[in-house]
């Protein structure tokens, strides 16, 4: 059974979906929607901006629930920021990959923005003054998705899904896919007993790289789950450039840009020298392992932990020139409770966690190590609150914050925060 109907159940009221009510849109929140009241009742609403009016189809929720969902399907009063959506399957009851399709990438950013202060004020009670400033390499805020994922329906045909549904969309084109994504064919091939295609446009090898994925290994059933094997990407920092190879189904960053972008703003703001001791935490493939290992040569050390084995191994051969460079294959809160428990100590510390956070007690261990500075890579903006508001507890003030668009046309932003101990 589904969440949504679990909570549907609970409830127990009448169900609300398909009414449409004519709402004042309010603020922006974090999920790629907008909140808005009918008749007491919180409504959070996407395809709209803040400031309009609009007729809002309840999609989602039942009497008695704390809040419903809705699309906007008629705008009455458009806001300043409103544009011609440029893909046809932005729309209620199509595609859910985009939120903000109909919003000029100015208005895009401004909401970002305005989301991330909400969540430091609300979650970490700090007002933080922040822009959301582009990443280069996207046409217009279109054509940056180096790796899609596409759905599979009951016909062989791929597809993206729907918002907060497994329904497939059949779609022609996906305008924020690279143009090697849709290139590759995928949308044009028949996929048989397969649950979802990978495709991914990397720097190497020339042509994207497509791997299936059928239902018996996307499930919890045994068998080896297809890798689609290794792809290499390219990272720039100033005259530094570095090529190293990443799963192609692992984790990287989509947008072309973001690698070196984030790879020269974490270098920046993290100030390593020679000599320095560095903890990479959830170092992935060892984007900036490799980097900062030449940074603090010839006496300095570079510890990288991630918690996925096949990550670890490529991290190990894109640094096997670097003898200073050390590998854990570990959960980033077991090894920081090993290395507290060993008396170690740390100059500085990257963190680049997934979507849900370092969590508490790696920011407790973290700080019990001492880094003079501790620069964190998030894609969440409530989950580095929330780990900032940790990081205070144990000592740790935030002293900036950046935002960056790596993920234009939807909510998604990344940001980078510096910590240092807070004056006494």
Wanted: charged letters at 25%.
């Amino acid at each position: 059974m589904s969440a949504r109907r679990t909570r549907e159940r609970a409830a127990g009221g009448e169900s609300l979906v398909g009414q449409e009510w004519t709402v004042d849109v309010g603020p922006v929140a974090h999920g790629g929607h907008c909140v808005a009241r009918h008749e007491g009742q919180v409504v959070f609403v996407r395809h709209t901006l803040p400031g309009e009016r609009v007729v809002a189809r309840v999609t989602e929720g039942r009497v008695g629930d704390s809040f419903v969902r809705a699309d906007a399907v008629e705008v009455l009063d458009a806001a300043p920021g409103r544009v011609e959506r440029p893909c046809p399957y932005a729309v209620p009851g199509q595609c859910g990959g985009c939120d903000f399709q109909h919003a000029t990438l100015d208005t895009q950013r401004a909401l970002k923005a305005d989301v991330v202060r909400e969540q430091f004020a609300r979650i970490a009670k700090t007002d933080v003054s922040v822009e959301v400033r582009p990443v280069p390499g996207d046409e217009e805020g279109l054509r940056w998705r180096t790796r899609v994922e596409f759905a599979v329906d009951a016909t062989g045909r791929a597809g993206l899904r729907g918002h907060r549904s497994r329904h497939v969309v059949p779609v022609e084109d996906c305008l924020i896919a690279t143009r090697g994504v849709i290139d590759s064919g995928v949308l044009d091939t028949e996929w048989l007993d397969v649950e979802s295609v990978d495709v991914v446009d990397a720097a190497h090898p020339d042509e994207p790289v497509l791997v299936p994925v059928s239902a018996s290994t996307s499930d919890a059933a045994p068998g080896p789950e297809p890798t689609g094997g290794l792809v290499g990407e390219r990272a720039v920092d100033g005259d530094w450039e570095g090529e190293y190879v990443v799963a192609a189904r692992g984790f990287w960053q989509v947008h072309p840009g973001a690698a070196s972008t984030f790879l020269s703003r974490v270098v920046a703001l993290l100030g390593a020298e020679p000599g320095d001791k560095v903890l990479d935490l959830y170092a992935g493939s060892g984007l900036f392992t490799m980097r900062l290992g030449e940074l603090v040569a010839p006496d300095g050390f570079v510890l990288g932990v991630e918690g996925d084995a096949r990550a670890v191994d490529n991290g190990i051969a894109n640094t096997e020139h670097l003898d200073n460079v050390e590998w854990r294959a570990n959960r980033v809160d077991r090894e920081l409770r090993s290395l507290v428990s060993q008396g170690i100590s740390a100059d500085l510390a990257v963190l680049d966690p997934p979507r849900t956070g370092a969590g508490k007690d790696v920011m407790a261990q973290l700080a019990r190590l001492a880094p003079r500075r501790v620069v964190y890579v998030a894609c969440d903006p409530s989950a580095l609150a929330r780990d900032v508001k940790s990081a205070a507890e144990h000592g740790y003030a935030l002293v900036s914050l950046e935002a960056w668009d790596a993920f234009p046309m939807t909510h998604h932003v990344e940001c980078i925060a510096v910590l240092e101990p807070a004056a006494d």
